[in-house]
């Protein structure tokens, strides 16, 4: 994925699909089947970071368009709510996540860059209207000026992957420089927490607790995809459950259940940024004794998860939004 020891600037460009791909886990304990995935929308150019809206649709980002998509999660209608993020430009970055303060959508894009041969800003945009977004805080000028301490990295501006509502402003993971950085609306860019060679990815947050996904370093095993918590007045860092295969993000269900969604099998030996393998990723949920058992399976290529009551809407790479219907164990589900 991020992997900084590894990853050169030939395979990054050559690897199309880069990190937001197929996932799995191995280890993971089974529980009570849930349903099969269904298909609720497939027309995107390319799928990445998701979220639900103050109306409760679904808003997922088209990294290949540019754009922001709202999506009915009971019929699958699907309507353009912004179209004017800057594009991906290499096979990988654009518009990463989305989500909302109050009743204003937030958009975090990376390599778009000029180091990367763009002409946009690596950063926090706000949507002003459909054709209209305004540039909030240029975290990518701040990671050149910041450069994260005492290891190798050769995007110098960082590989910006999630985002979430916290403090009138936001988290922000960077899974090049590893590291979670706090944004805020005034423009500010701070290093809230830093790691070692872990990965970051998805967010989520209960309180002032923060839940984190590690997709690990290559080969990205299951021994390194955990969920961990932490907050900002504490150095230690928890762990909540180890076992995904590149972990991507990390949602709470009803009666903070907790769920995780894996990317899946890396075949050893593929270059660093190579696809995980097709098919492998799982929808997983935290089992409460340090691991996780699997929900759902045979994904293909999961990037983003959301849980509106006992149902799950999975993201994947090549633009589908699948519906997981009765994720949930009693009390708070039907499975």
């Given at each position: 994925m991020f992997d900084r020891h590894r990853l050169t600037l030939p395979v990054l460009f050559g690897a199309l699909l880069f990190a937001v791909v197929a996932g799995g886990a191995a280890g993971a304990g089974h529980r009570s089947a849930?349903?099969?995935?269904t298909l609720l929308f497939g027309g995107l150019g390319g799928g990445s970071g998701s979220t639900v809206g103050p109306g409760g649709d679904l808003y997922v980002t088209d990294t290949v368009a540019g754009k922001i998509v709202r999506i009915d999660p009971a019929s699958g209608e699907a309507s353009t709510y912004a179209d004017c993020l800057p594009r991906q430009i290499v096979g990988l970055g654009g518009a990463m996540d989305v989500a909302f303060l109050g009743h204003t959508a937030y958009a975090i894009v990376t390599l778009v860059?000029?180091?990367?041969?763009?002409?946009?800003?690596?950063?926090?945009?706000?949507?002003?209207g459909p054709h209209t977004c305004t540039v909030v805080a240029d975290i990518g000028a701040w990671a050149i000026a910041h450069p994260p301490c005492c290891f190798d990295f050769f995007v110098l501006s960082g590989v910006q992957y999630a985002m979430e509502p916290y403090r009138h402003g936001f988290l922000v993971t960077d899974g090049h420089h590893?590291?979670?950085?706090?944004?805020?609306?005034?423009?500010?860019v701070s290093e809230f927490r830093a790691?070692?060679?872990?990965?970051?990815?998805?967010?989520?947050?209960?309180?002032?607790?923060v839940y984190m996904a590690e997709a690990g370093p290559v080969p990205h095993l299951p021994e390194n995809g955990k969920i961990v918590s932490f907050d900002e007045n504490?150095?230690?860092?928890s762990e909540v459950a180890v076992g995904g295969r590149l972990l991507v993000d990390v949602e709470f269900g009803r009666g903070r259940t907790l769920f995780a969604l894996a990317q899946g099998h890396f075949t050893p030996g593929h270059d660093p940024g190579s696809p995980a393998d097709p098919n492998t990723g799982q929808l997983l949920e935290v089992d409460g004794h340090g691991g996780f058992s699997v929900v759902a399976d045979g994904l293909n290529q999961p990037t983003s998860l959301e849980l509106i009551g006992t149902t799950a809407y999975v993201v994947t790479l090549g633009g589908q939004i699948w519906k997981i219907d009765d994720v949930a164990d009693p009390p708070y589900g039907n499975a």
């Open positions: 849930s349903s099969s995935p860059d000029a180091q990367l041969g763009g002409t946009a800003v690596d950063g926090l945009y706000r949507i002003d590893n590291r979670v950085l706090q944004v805020g609306l005034d423009g500010s790691f070692g060679d872990i990965v970051p990815t998805g967010l989520a947050l209960h309180g002032k607790t504490s150095s230690s860092v």
